[in-house]
């Protein structure tokens, strides 16, 4: 239980990790590439939330947020 706890969060610290790193390298990048990757920032995050961490969910749920970011960055 408490192993399970810990890789759902280790998941989870990841995915923002990844999400900071890669916003750090936006300075450059269009409006929509920005938001593109905000989407798929944010789709990450909710995907291994609803899924309680499961790989396929957090790529998933990255994939659906940066199509999303894409197109509201148009």
Known sequence: ???????SVAVEMAVVTMTIALLAGCGGMSRRGTDTVIGA???GVAGAVLTGGSALG???????GGVVGNQVGK
């Open 58 to 64: 957090t790529v998933g749920g990255a994939a659906v």
């Open 1 to 7: 239980m408490i192993m399970r706890k810990l890789h």
């Open 41 to 43: 920032g944010v789709g």
